[in-house]
Every structure is written in structure tokens, then in C-alpha cells.
């Protein structure tokens, strides 16, 4: 049988969450049974999956978004009600964000670079001083081809901002929020730059720099490290594992 500290320990060995300095608290954030038989894994916390994940036999979910942002928090409202479930259910909560954001094999921007069959992969995007995101060069493809790879990839509508070349050779990316790195993408020269969501200044920094940007949305564009996290876990442990897609466009 297989116990929380099993999953919380390699986990956290294997995402070097100790070792990267974040906003969020990495690993085990809600104390649930000692043993597990069935995890679930989602992008985000929040109480339609928990709600989801009991309904499904969970005693763990492991997630991308957690509940705990580094600060003491009353446990009341929408944060009283989400921890309140959890622990009434006996249900283990496990985050990680940015270890999951830059691990080069199964972090969401590994994969996307990966899903466009990009070579000499190197770190980019500096976020408070580390890199958490991912660069290098593919196939010389059309704009609407690698989209059309990166939509299927993810399950989602990209918007698309077409101020770069035609062609695509090389590609950045950093999923969810990123959009700030725009800058670092056009001085790099990159041709296509894919994140989650944008912002307004967003349409005319790709203007200025010539550069084409993805925005798959937030949640849609970290679905992929939180599938190689659960097939990670699936063949380490003896457990059930299942994805559960709150759905969101955002």
C-alpha cells in the first residue's frame, strides 16, 4: 500500500521543490489518511474538484494552483470552505507551481516545446531571478501549423497575436501568466512566443518586437505538466490515478 509521505517525498525530490524559491507553498498544503489508494490531479484548487475528486474516491489531489500563497490566511470564506472540505473528507492537498512551470522533462513549457519537436532546448524567461520557461528551434513550420499542434496539444483556442514571421523557427514558452516576457522574446529574437493569458499591453509589444504570440489560456496551457506529473506518479506507485478537467477558458 502506498502512503502520503511515499508521494509527498518523491514529489518533492523529484521537483527539487526545496530548492526554488516561490510565492507558492510546494507540496503537501492540506494533511489528509495516511494511505492512498487513488489520486486525482487537476490545474487548480478549487471546490468543484475537490467535490469532484471525493465523488471519484480520491485521498490525494495533487494540483498546479494550490491554496497556500505564502501567507497565514483565516480560515473563512471561499479559503474556509475549500480547506473546510478537504479535511471533514480526509483528503491529502498537494501544489506545485513553479517547480512544475520549469522541470525540463515534465514542466508545461517542457512539453510544449517538446510537442513542436524543438531542439537545443535551453532556460528562458527570468522570473524573480530564475528561469522558468523554455526556448530553442524547430522545423521551419507556418504560424498556423504549429498553433493548429499546440490547440490539439492542450484542448484549446489560441489567441493569436501575428506580428512575427511567417515562418516559425524558433519558439519560446511560458505557460499561464507569462505574458510579461514578451519583451524577453522579441530581444531574443524568437519567432513565436507561446503562454496562457494576456494582457492589453501584449498586442503592441508583439507589434514592436515582430513577434508572433500563442495564448492558449491560463489553464488550458498547464494542463500538460499536471498529465506527465500523473503518468510520473501512476508508474512509481500503486495507485489509481485520474485527471479531472474543470474546464475554463481563461
Same mark, same amino acid.
Given at each position: 500500500?502506498?502512503?502520503?509521505?511515499?508521494?509527498?517525498?518523491?514529489?518533492?525530490?523529484?521537483?527539487?521543490?526545496?530548492?526554488?524559491?516561490?510565492?507558492?507553498?510546494?507540496?503537501?498544503?492540506?494533511?489528509?489518511?495516511?494511505?492512498?489508494?487513488?489520486?486525482?490531479?487537476?490545474?487548480?484548487?478549487?471546490?468543484?474538484?475537490?467535490?469532484?475528486?471525493?465523488?471519484?474516491?480520491?485521498?490525494?489531489?495533487?494540483?498546479?494552483?494550490?491554496?497556500?500563497?505564502?501567507?497565514?490566511?483565516?480560515?473563512?470564506?471561499?479559503?474556509?470552505?475549500?480547506?473546510?472540505?478537504?479535511?471533514?473528507?480526509?483528503?491529502?492537498?498537494?501544489?506545485?507551481? /513553479?517547480?512544475?512551470?520549469?522541470?525540463?522533462?515534465? %514542466?508545461?513549457? @517542457? $512539453?510544449?516545446?517538446?510537442?513542436?519537436?524543438?531542439? !537545443? &532546448?535551453?532556460?528562458?524567461?527570468?522570473?524573480?531571478?530564475?528561469?522558468?520557461?523554455?526556448?530553442?528551434?524547430?522545423?521551419?513550420?507556418?504560424?498556423?501549423?504549429?498553433?493548429?499542434?499546440?490547440?490539439?496539444?492542450?484542448?484549446?483556442?489560441?489567441?493569436?497575436?501575428?506580428?512575427?514571421?511567417?515562418?516559425?523557427?524558433?519558439?519560446?514558452?511560458?505557460?499561464?501568466?507569462?505574458?510579461?516576457?514578451?519583451?524577453?522574446?522579441?530581444?531574443?529574437?524568437?519567432?513565436?512566443?507561446?503562454?496562457?493569458?494576456?494582457?492589453?499591453?501584449?498586442?503592441?509589444?508583439?507589434?514592436?518586437?515582430?513577434?508572433?504570440?500563442?495564448? /492558449?489560456?491560463?489553464?488550458?496551457?498547464?494542463?500538460? %505538466?499536471?498529465? @506527465? $506529473?500523473?503518468?510520473?506518479?501512476?508508474?512509481?506507485? !500503486? &495507485?489509481?490515478?485520474?485527471?479531472?478537467?474543470?474546464?475554463?477558458?481563461?
Amino acid at each position: 500500500m502506498t502512503t502520503r509521505e511515499e508521494v509527498v517525498r518523491f514529489l518533492n525530490e523529484y521537483l527539487h521543490s526545496a530548492e526554488i524559491a516561490d510565492s507558492s507553498h510546494n507540496g503537501l498544503q492540506v494533511e489528509g489518511r495516511s494511505r492512498v489508494r487513488k489520486i486525482v490531479f487537476g490545474v487548480s484548487a478549487g471546490l468543484e474538484l475537490f467535490k469532484k475528486a471525493h465523488a471519484a474516491g480520491a485521498d490525494m489531489i495533487i494540483v498546479h494552483h494550490g491554496l497556500l500563497w505564502g501567507k497565514e490566511q483565516a480560515l473563512t470564506g471561499t479559503f474556509g470552505r475549500r480547506a473546510g472540505f478537504l479535511l471533514r473528507h480526509d483528503i491529502s492537498l498537494l501544489g506545485y507551481h /513553479l517547480p512544475l512551470d520549469k522541470h525540463p522533462q515534465i %514542466g508545461h513549457n @517542457a $512539453l510544449l516545446l517538446q510537442k513542436l519537436g524543438a531542439q !537545443n &532546448v535551453r532556460p528562458f524567461g527570468s522570473y524573480h531571478g530564475q528561469d522558468i520557461g523554455f526556448c530553442g528551434e524547430i522545423k521551419p513550420a507556418a504560424l498556423s501549423s504549429a498553433v493548429r499542434i499546440l490547440e490539439k496539444f492542450c484542448g484549446a483556442k489560441a489567441f493569436v497575436l501575428p506580428f512575427g514571421p511567417k515562418k516559425i523557427c524558433t519558439v519560446g514558452a511560458v505557460s499561464g501568466g507569462g505574458w510579461s516576457m514578451i519583451a524577453d522574446a522579441a530581444a531574443q529574437k524568437l519567432d513565436l512566443f507561446v503562454t496562457g493569458s494576456l494582457d492589453e499591453p501584449a498586442q503592441e509589444l508583439c507589434r514592436e518586437g515582430a513577434l508572433n504570440c500563442a495564448a /492558449l489560456g491560463h489553464y488550458n496551457s498547464e494542463k500538460p %505538466g499536471v498529465w @506527465a $506529473l500523473m503518468e510520473l506518479v501512476r508508474e512509481r506507485f !500503486n &495507485v489509481q490515478t485520474q485527471f479531472i478537467d474543470i474546464q475554463n477558458p481563461i
